[in-house]
């Protein structure tokens, strides 16, 4: 195979993966560890690919590019629907829980329109929204103030004020990015802040992370692995990253979008 039919194949692969390690190619294109190392280089050359520690991903936006919540919805759509399947087995009625804003619990709040007498926190306007028009009379959206962000969080001053007077029995928390170095991130600043204070707010921590989001890195960490009770993603996670994540977070959740 030449090197650029390989490179072609490699970069098939990130892209369906989200990521890949040189270990794994070695085996599977039969070629050296540093021929792997160069591919990568040259893809990443190119602006295809981000290098990491032992492999590479898909080439990410900066740590403050936030896209907008429409562009962020149809992305991933099949696991992020898994993924809020699978988080909203773990809700008991009449408790309070607390949803971020993130596009996969947005797809959650469609789940807890027909479960009596929640309370629901939240700084996300779709989550509102779902529950406004869809949820139960005995049922009660707490909405913070704040200022609007590119994902339709509420968030700043005003925002933090609201979440830090209460107390929640479970926090459904979007991410942006999961490394073991930065733990989860998210690209604006003004969220990081009111995420810490409703994490602070939770007696349990869940998070719901697609697969994209490892080794993806925002500019501010709003929590390390380890303070993650539950983690929720979906099996385009590679195998090592998930032994990492397991050996992090309280307990990992693996949800297949097509079984």
Same mark, same amino acid.
């Given at each position: 195979?030449?090197? +650029?039919?390989? +490179? ?20 599977? #294109? ?8 160069? !591919?990568?280089?040259?893809?990443? !050359? ?9 492999? $590479?991903?898909? *080439?990410? &936006? ?6 907008? #919540? !429409? ?11 898994? =993924? ?5 087995? %773990? ?7 607390? %949803?971020?804003?993130?596009? @996969? @619990?947005?797809?959650?709040? $469609?789940?807890?329109? !027909? ?12 989550? *509102?929204? @779902? ?5 139960? &009379? ?8 704040? =200022? ?23 926090? #459904? ?10 733990? #989860? ?16 707010? *939770? ?18 960490? =709003? ?6 009770? =539950?983690? /929720? ?7 090592? *990253?998930?032994? +990492?994540? $397991? ?5 990992? /959740? ?6």
């Amino acid at each position: 195979m030449l090197a +650029q039919q390989r +490179q072609a194949a490699i970069l098939d692969l990130v892209r369906r993966h989200g990521g890949v390690r040189v270990s794994q190619l070695v085996r599977q #294109f039969g070629v050296s560890d540093m021929t792997i190392r160069r !591919d990568l280089e040259a893809l990443a !050359d190119r602006g295809l690919v981000d290098k990491v520690h032992g492999g $590479a991903t898909i *080439a990410g &936006p900066g740590s403050t590019e936030e896209p907008g #919540f !429409d562009a962020k919805s149809v992305r991933q759509r099949n696991e992020k629907g898994a =993924i809020a399947e699978r988080a909203a087995k %773990l809700i008991e009625p009449h408790t309070a829980v607390a %949803l971020s804003a993130g596009t @996969t @619990t947005a797809a959650l709040a $469609a789940h807890l329109v !027909d479960v009596p007498g929640l309370t629901i926190v939240t700084n996300s306007i779709p989550v *509102a929204d @779902t529950l406004y028009h869809a949820g139960r &009379p005995d049922q009660t959206v707490v909405l913070t103030g704040g =200022i609007r962000t590119p994902s339709d969080a509420l968030a700043g001053p005003v925002a933090e004020a609201a979440i830090g007077s209460l107390n929640v029995d479970v926090l #459904f928390l979007g991410v942006h990015g999961m490394s073991p170095r930065t733990g #989860f991130t998210t690209p604006n600043l003004m969220e990081a802040g009111t995420n810490r204070l409703l994490v602070a707010a *939770a007696r349990r921590l869940v998070v719901l992370a697609d697969h994209t989001k490892w080794e993806m890195v925002g500019i501010a960490t =709003i929590t390390p692995l380890d303070e993650a009770d =539950i983690l /929720i993603t979906d099996v385009g996670l590679a195998a090592e *990253a998930r032994v +990492q994540l $397991a050996e992090r977070v309280g307990e990992l /959740i693996v949800v297949d979008p097509n079984g």
